[in-house]
Structures are given as C-alpha cells and as structure tokens.
C-alpha cells in the first residue's frame, strides 16, 4: 500500500475518533475514552499480567523472524535505504521529532491565549492542523519503510495483543466489558474498531511510560 493511501486510512480513522491524539491532555486515569458508531469504549494501561503475555507474543515472534532466511534488521535495513536509495531514516527522525516539539509548544501556546483573542486562537488552531498533517504525514513514511524490519513487526505484534486485551465497551454506566476475547477475535474483526483501539492504546502506553 502507497504512503498516500495508508496516510489517507489513517487520517479517516483520527477524524471518526474526534479526539487529538497528539494532545496530552486526552489522556486520563490511565485511559483513554473514545467513540465508535455512538458507543463509548475505552483503552486502558495493561497490567502486570498483561504484559507478561505480550513478551511471550514478542519473544515467539523475534525467534521466529530471527530464524527466517528472508528477514532483516532494523540497522540492517536503515543501511540499505541509505545506501541504495539515499533514504535517511535518521534525517527523517529528526524531522518528526521537530514537529513534535513544535506541537507541543503551539498547544501550550494555545492554552495561554485569553478567550478573546479569538485571531490569536485561529492563528494558532490553523498552525497546529499543519504541523499535525506535516507530524502524521512523516509518521507514516518512516512507519512504511521500517515496516519490513524484524523490529517493526515484533512491536506490531506486542502493541497488537495489549490492544485487544485492553479494550473494553461500556456497556452500563460504569460498568466495562472487553471487546475482544481473544486475540483472533481481535485479527478477525474487519470493522474499523480494532485500528481505532490500536491508535488510542499506542498514544495512552506511550505517554504513560514516557
């Protein structure tokens, strides 16, 4: 699939979540909300159990990969990018990393500008949805040439399971339920649910643990 395309999936997926991923406020009580087809569901922290389970996922797979004739690593692959396609995964890095402080810095820009400066808040809004384009856009490009990466596909597989064992639905108030049983049932899904719960859980484990 093109970066275009898979940009293109992605941006239809942050815009059916309604919510800022890349703002940090949106992250509460280790978990984070959202909304499919007008039901709540939630993503939460895993527990110690959790992620015990994910490791053996991550570890099978590495081994498995590992002893694969037709694989490579990460370093491995950055080389060739370089070397036979003049693509620098680390200039590219950087750039994201840029994008990403600049973020940062425009929501805290924002949040200090006075409710009338209503110029001042369109300035800033308008900035922050190109800088977010010009942040996700990267992601995806690097995110496509790594994907092949041993690496890659191993942090695929352990954010994978986490998703699926710490999703849940609301069913009743405060009352919760996983939404997936297992994680074929979370393979097997074709709705756009498990790519939403992939995106929201990403964001809450990587705020949480940094």
């Not at 693509?87 to 425009?106: G, M, N, P, Q």
């Not at 900035?127 to 596909?153: A, G, T």
Request: proline share 2%; with cysteine; charged share 35%.
């Amino acid at each position: 699939m093109k970066v275009e395309k898979k940009l293109s999936n992605l941006q239809e997926l942050v815009d059916e979540l309604n919510i800022d991923l890349l703002d940090d406020s949106i992250v509460k009580s280790n978990m984070l909300p959202f909304l499919h087809e007008d039901k709540l569901y939630r993503v939460k922290m895993p527990t110690q159990r959790d992620l015990a389970l994910a490791r053996e996922v991550e570890d099978k797979l590495k081994i498995k990969l590992l002893r694969a004739e037709d694989t490579i690593t990460r370093k491995s692959l950055m080389k060739v990018l370089k070397d036979k396609q003049g693509i620098d995964i680390e200039v590219l890095d950087s750039k994201r990393e840029k994008y990403a402080t600049k973020l940062k810095d425009l929501y805290l820009a924002l949040a200090q500008s006075n409710d009338k400066e209503l110029k001042r808040i369109k300035k800033f809004k308008e900035l922050i949805k190109k800088v977010k384009s010009q942040h996700m856009s990267i992601s995806v490009e690097i995110s496509d040439y790594l994907s092949p990466s041993i690496e890659n596909q191993v942090e695929t597989a352990y954010i994978k399971y986490l998703t699926s064992v710490c999703t849940e639905k609301n069913i009743k108030d405060n009352e919760w339920e996983l939404v997936w049983a297992t994680i074929e049932d979370f393979e097997n899904d074709r709705s756009a649910l498990p790519n939403m719960a992939n995106l929201c859980f990403s964001r809450l484990f990587l705020t949480l643990r940094s």
